[in-house]
């Protein structure tokens, strides 16, 4: 499966579009990752235990959007976009990860 955020591959001629795909990932972080977290905001520099949930959150939503891409026939997502949101009220440790792009056969 090729992925990419371009809207065309280059040596590829794009020979059936399939549609729209996304994939998507919520998650949770956990008390004692929240806490580390604080630290790093209290003494600053960068908070891995958030960095590393990000990560594999992203990489799940487009693991989970390519694999829906490949259900309908496609071999390749162009146009991809990540996007992260929270969910839940303000201080909320749910995040939510979604990657989408349009599913082609190349």
Known sequence: MIISTTPSLDGYPIREYKGIVF???VAGVDFVKDLAASFSNFFGGRSHSYEGELIEARENAINEMAQRASSIGAN???GVDVDYETIGHQ???MMMVIASGTAVVV
């Open 23 to 25: 994939g998507e990932v």
């Open 76 to 78: 390749a997502v162009i």
């Open 91 to 93: 201080g909320s440790n």
